[in-house]
């Protein structure tokens, strides 16, 4: 454990004490300028409590002993209710705009804030453990998240911040500057446009800044992470003016030290700032971010695809074992941010425009590992520096327009977006590999002798230009019983490449493609809806390589067709869904070119992913909350060259995952919460023939929160053991990059609303 954190735990645990002491001492009359207290006051402003007359005089209760405990217990029940995990149903639809779940045909979901602080979320990954439908995974050589949804991937590029593509941070993302996280399942060219990074086939993430709350927010965190993380945050809220018309809201976040997993250390700041103003019509909100995060001796995915079918998958090793280098490293940072206006001219049509920016530059200087002997653990290390620097901008704007045609009401969405990137990049790499084992990990000095570009400067490799035009029609009639929605998007994708160091053309790609959607909505009763969709998934095709007798060609773009059918119920403190799928999406291969002796490059590869998704969350019972769901896979292969490996799994789609989260409020303790988790991942392929797979596994974490008064003040005290036992598991294998689970994790935090 370093100093840093050293020092805050024993400031953490001092503070404990002094709360407990606050709680044991709190029969004292509360101070009526306690925020939390005016807002428990203010909710029963106009409803006279029994026992008192109409002339407002309490004849029953006035300075009674009783009445300054059940003020503090009013203030405890308050302030824990504010903590409560909650996961609602709805979120934002791109073109459709901001809908509640039950009356739109595709299946999304938004966690919120208070989800984030319990569980000390310190990476987007933590957030999405509490998904049934996402896995987490990581990517080639570096630290960064992917995200598996539906068994296709989502990458870091493509996740969204106010439905804007291109403004998040790419690799890892800090999850303490947003209000919600919205999940949404299948594909959604039409909904947001094509993915810059190419992926969002089978889903994609939005992530909803925080901006000022309707009451004052003045928080303090203090957190502790094993085996030696420290760090804290700050979050204000403020509404000012007249009718609170201004919103001001700032959080600062940051953790530094040793993670779980040996020799790995990781510091992470994130700040926010964010405005807004609003009057009957008019509505104006911005937010500006900083992001940085750094990992130190980390440990990355080990490499497989050299392994031939015939070797099995890896024993795991001990989950906090690290058989990374301790000069590898990582240091991203991103500045970046969204504007939003929305007015209304009348009561029937919405404008609005957005616009999003972010400036990133990463350093890093990677050791990738390859295993070569599954049995023994044997491979080769490789090194490689590298510098990345992006400037991107991405707008969007439309308009929504409600009419009346006879019984039919009519939505009408229409609008364009525009995303603009650019990349500079350089590195430097080694060109042979030093010999290491991952059950026995050696340390090498990295002889990284051949580049391309400068590092200190990089030049251009990639401008990228998307944009597009959507139109929509939902019609609801029947007493608003059905809803019917059409519509299409029109997508043009544009990307240059360039050499690295000579910044000269070297690839330039310039397709377009219409992206339709279909949608139904039945509401059988109030609270219950039956629904249909068709919609694509849109990618950017290839450009085939030198090495194939079709070099040169470039591919139209990728156009992947989802099908679903569903059925939700939510009555608001609880909401229930199944949905039925299948998306079928074409696969780049490769075939030998007649008697030639070349090979021809294709994309008449294809993958086809069917499935069902089974998601709960709300209120069981009274104080009983539950969060999770079911996922079941079918991913094949199919049409791939010579047949080889048609019908066979496609590489690390587990068959089913499995997600519980259960919070309960202990009615005898008040402010004390238990909570549980449980991850379970099915079987995934570790290989295209399927003749070995990684075995199904299964991760456990229990937890407990507790909010008590100190000095008047409500403070929430947190505690949680994330993969009780230590259980040792190969998380995922994505691509053929074998990722290994997390180890035992201790975390302790402590909040305090001023």
């Not at 919120?112 to 979320?121: D, G, W, Y």
């Not at 919205?182 to 889903?203: D, E, I, K, R, T």
């Not at 994130?270 to 009057?279: E, I, S, T, V, Y």
């Not at 969204?338 to 009348?346: K, S």
Request: with cysteine.
């Amino acid at each position: 454990m370093n100093l840093r954190a050293l020092c805050l735990s024993t400031f953490l645990a001092s503070t404990v004490l002094m709360g407990m002491e606050g709680r044991m001492a709190a029969v004292a009359a509360t101070d009526a300028s306690d925020p939390v207290q005016e807002k428990v006051k203010s909710s029963a402003a106009n409803v006279p409590p029994a026992g008192t007359a109409a002339n407002g005089r309490n004849t029953a209760a006035e300075n009674t002993p009783d009445a300054a405990p059940a003020q503090h217990e009013d203030i405890v029940v308050t302030a824990a209710r504010q903590n409560r995990m909650y996961v609602s149903s709805g979120g934002d639809l791109g073109a459709l705009g901001k809908k509640k779940g039950l009356d739109v045909p595709f299946n999304i979901r938004s966690y919120n804030s208070s989800l984030i602080l319990n569980q000390q979320s310190q990476t987007l990954g933590d957030v999405l453990l509490n998904d049934p439908t996402v896995r987490t995974t990581m990517g080639y050589g570096n630290y960064a998240q992917l995200f598996q949804i539906r068994g296709f991937t989502l990458y870091g590029d493509d996740v969204a911040i106010d439905g804007l593509y291109g403004v998040t941070p790419r690799q890892l993302v800090s999850p303490q500057l947003y209000d919600s996280v919205q999940v949404l399942n299948g594909a959604s060219a039409f909904l947001n446009g094509a993915a810059p990074g190419g992926s969002a086939v089978g889903g994609n993430v939005n992530l909803i800044p925080k901006r000022a709350a309707a009451t004052d927010i003045t928080r303090i965190t203090g957190d502790y992470t094993s085996s030696g993380q420290g760090g804290g945050a700050f979050d204000i809220s403020r509404r000012f003016g007249k009718d609170h018309a201004f919103g001001f809201r700032f959080n600062a976040a940051g953790m530094d030290g040793e993670t779980a997993i040996r020799g790995e250390r990781r510091d992470d700041v994130a700040l926010g700032a964010a405005f807004d103003w609003h009057n009957d019509d008019t509505r104006i909100d911005m937010n500006m971010n900083y992001q940085k995060q750094q990992v130190f001796g980390g440990r990355s995915a080990i490499i497989v695809s050299s392994l031939s079918d015939s070797m099995p998958a890896p024993r795991a090793t001990a989950p906090s074992e690290n058989w990374g280098q301790r000069w590898a490293y990582t240091d991203l940072s991103y500045l970046f941010g969204t504007l939003n206006i929305e007015h209304d001219f009348g009561s029937h049509i919405t404008a609005y425009g957005k616009f999003g920016a972010q400036g990133g530059n990463e350093m890093g200087n990677y050791a990738t590992t390859t295993l070569t002997n599954s049995r023994t653990g044997a491979g080769t290390v490789g090194a490689m520096a590298d510098a990345y620097n992006v400037m991107n901008e991405a707008t969007q704007a439309g308009i929504h327009a409600h009419v009346t045609t006879g019984p039919i009401r009519h939505e009408i969405n229409a609008g364009g977006s525009a995303i603009w990137e650019e990349s500079d990049a350089a590195y430097s790499m080694s060109l042979t590999s030093q010999a290491g084992n991952i059950y026995h990990p050696t340390q090498f000095t990295p002889q990284e002798t051949y580049s391309g570009g400068s590092l200190n400067s990089p030049g251009r490799v990639a401008w990228n230009k998307l944009y597009s035009l959507f139109l929509s029609d939902t019609m609801t009639f029947w007493h608003d019983r059905i809803a019917l929605t059409g519509g299409f998007r029109y997508q043009d994708i544009l990307s240059d490449s360039f050499a690295y160091g000579t910044g000269k053309l070297s690839t330039h790609y310039d397709a377009a493609a219409f992206s339709p959607v279909i949608g139904l909505v039945i509401h059988p009763v109030k609270h219950a809806a039956l629904y249909f969709n068709r919609i694509q998934g849109l990618s950017a095709g290839e450009t085939v390589g030198a090495t194939y007798v079709n070099a040169g060609q470039v591919f139209a773009p990728y156009q992947s067709t989802q099908y679903e059918v569903g059925a939700k119920y939510d009555i608001g403190r609880f909401a229930a869904g199944v949905a039925f799928f299948q998306t079928s999406m074409p696969q780049g291969m490769t075939e030998a070119y007649g008697n030639t002796g070349q090979e021809i490059y294709t994309q008449d590869g294809r993958q086809r992913n069917r499935g069902m998704e089974l998601t709960f969350n709300g209120e069981i019972l009274r104080g009983l909350r539950f969060n999770g769901g079911l996922t079941l896979i079918d991913a094949k292969q199919m049409q791939t060259a010579g047949g080889a490996y048609d019908g066979k799994t496609v590489i690390g789609v587990p068959n089913y995952t499995i997600n519980g989260n259960l919070e309960y409020d202990v009615p005898f303790v008040k402010g004390l919460t238990l909570i549980g988790r449980v991850i379970s991942t099915g079987k995934q392929q570790f290989n295209s023939m399927n003749t070995t797979h990684l075995p199904a596994w299964s991760r456990f974490d229990l937890g407990a929160r507790y909010t008590f008064l100190a000095a008047k003040k409500p403070l929430t005290a947190r505690f949680e053991v994330d993969n009780i036992g230590n259980q040792r598991y190969w998380a995922s294998v994505y691509q053929s990059d074998l990722v290994m689970g997390d180890p035992e994790t201790f975390k302790f935090s402590i909040s305090a609303d001023l």
